[in-house]
């Protein structure tokens, strides 16, 4: 008998025990009354958006958000009415919070939480940091002469080391915990002052800057802290290194992916969010060939068994997007294409095309974006194509054939280019080149291997002064 109630009481304080890895706050307001009150959280991203976590009952001034489902942690924020306020979250956290709603963000006091009583030290010191900014932003405008100038600017610089030992000091006094890895991860290199040479040592090195900047930004970044995707910290760094710091190629921009991802893997929230919000960005990018990225991730990511957040459907909807696209990537020898002359009804061969360049160009007559773009193209063509021993092949996707011919003898190109159509959809080019709006233009070489996709009139010519400054420095 005595072994049963030990036994029992082993399995309460057990379960006990695991209901605290999740969290329990206890919420006192006294001048809010029968409400809904609600916890949210970030994820990842900037801005106002925020993600519903919990809720609860405000009742005669007290609600607790409790809860024992998989939790990670990170800045959550109670909100109450149109009011709110942050709090630190981590597993296991049990405390109380009290507060008066009309006093708020001021008068918050925190039981049995010590990690949320420094942080509300910090921003203190930040609001006290913002003032003093403020103030000598205004002495600044005041300023009488450039000694008055000199003396500002060195209470700024003051007050900013001030700012600085105050985040490096917590760091040392509390690593490893939320408020220091948040920190450390606003942290940004600093670049060593004085003449930065090159291996030759006779002229500056002007990439210096650039390059320390990029190597040690992520110096203090901790990967293995999952619950930083829970604050704002993370959506702004990774936007700025890859926007800022990357360069926009095919083969950089993979690199990057490689070494990101490779810092997050065995974490569960950081890796998701990552691998995503890279997957998002090249997939969505108007940089030429950054659909060749997107392909090298889904190969390489997703039909490897790593997101492991996907359903069976939706991985499929990856693949299938990256199948499309892998043909037609810049470098590759374009697809051929067999279709039949609109105007004579005799077979025109991409392969028997003979010429320097070639542009295809898929648009239908109908398009008000095509309307607007094949006579600037004409433009294009005329005043600086037409030179440089290229060929323009039209593939109409749309319209009938009078329609087609029409249109075409009126835009006065019925002779010069190669016009064909494919509006019953006799071939595959439309997929093989992944036409899934009009215009869409490309550029092959000599060899029709693909140099430029979804052109336009404003960087078609840009893109074959490329090509040939690359060739001139090969010889």
């Not at 959280?41 to 001034?61: F, N, P, R």
């Not at 939480?113 to 003093?132: C, H, M, W």
């Not at 001030?162 to 040392?172: A, F, G, L, S």
């Not at 542009?359 to 773009?373: A, K, L, N």
Request: a neutral charge.
């Amino acid at each position: 008998m005595k072994k049963t109630a030990l036994l029992l009481l082993l399995a309460g304080m057990t379960l006990q025990l695991a209901a605290r890895e999740a969290y329990r706050i206890h919420l006192k307001m006294a001048d809010v009354k029968d409400t809904m009150v609600y916890l949210a959280h970030y994820y990842g991203q900037l801005g106002s958006k925020v993600y519903i976590a919990d809720s609860a009952k405000m009742q005669k001034g007290s609600a607790v958000f409790e809860s024992n489902n998989d939790f990670v942690g990170g800045i959550y924020i109670v909100l109450v009415n149109r009011e709110n306020f942050e709090v630190l979250l981590n597993k296991g956290d049990d405390f109380s919070v009290t507060a008066l709603k009309s006093k708020l963000p001021d008068g918050i006091t925190f039981k049995n939480s010590p990690e949320n009583e420094r942080f509300l030290k910090y921003k203190e010191f930040t609001q006290k940091y913002a003032t003093g900014q403020k103030a000598l932003e205004a002495e600044l405008k005041d300023a009488k002469s450039a000694a008055d100038t000199t003396i500002i600017r060195k209470k700024a610089i003051a007050a900013s080391k001030t700012r600085v030992k105050y985040i490096r000091d917590y760091v040392h006094a509390y690593p490893g915990t939320l408020l220091a890895n948040i920190f450390n991860g606003m942290d940004v290199p600093e670049i060593p002052e004085g003449p930065h040479l090159p291996d030759d040592g006779r002229t500056k090195d002007s990439t210096f800057a650039y390059r320390y900047y990029k190597t040690h930004y992520w110096d203090s970044f901790n990967f293995r802290d999952d619950r930083l995707i829970f604050t704002p910290i993370y959506a702004a760094k990774i936007e700025e290194y890859i926007t800022k710091l990357v360069l926009p190629w095919p083969d950089s921009m993979e690199k990057e992916c490689d070494l990101l991802l490779g810092k997050a893997k065995g974490t569960k929230d950081m890796f998701h969010y990552t691998l995503h919000w890279l997957t998002f960005y090249v997939e969505n990018s108007k940089v030429m060939g950054m659909d060749e990225v997107f392909v090298y991730l889904v190969e390489n990511y997703y039909m490897k068994g790593a997101a492991f957040w996907l359903s069976s459907d939706e991985l499929k909807k990856y693949i299938e997007r990256a199948i499309a696209i892998a043909p037609n990537i810049i470098g590759n020898v374009a697809p051929e294409i067999k279709l039949p002359n609109i105007f004579t009804g005799k077979e025109e061969s991409l392969d028997r095309v003979n010429a320097k360049y070639t542009m295809i160009v898929f648009y239908s007559p109908s398009c008000g974006h095509c309307q607007h773009e094949l006579p600037l193209i004409d433009s294009v063509y005329e005043a600086v194509l037409k030179v440089k021993d290229i060929a323009v092949i039209t593939i109409a996707t749309e319209g009938s054939v009078k329609e087609i011919t029409d249109y075409l003898t009126k835009l006065k190109v019925d002779k010069k280019w190669i016009n064909t159509q494919d509006v019953q959809h006799a071939t595959d080019c439309r997929n093989k080149y992944d036409v899934y709006s009009t215009p869409t233009i490309y550029l092959l070489d000599e060899q029709k291997i693909i140099r430029g996709k979804r052109l336009d009139h404003s960087n078609i010519s840009s893109v074959i002064e490329g090509l040939e400054k690359r060739k001139l420095s090969k010889t």
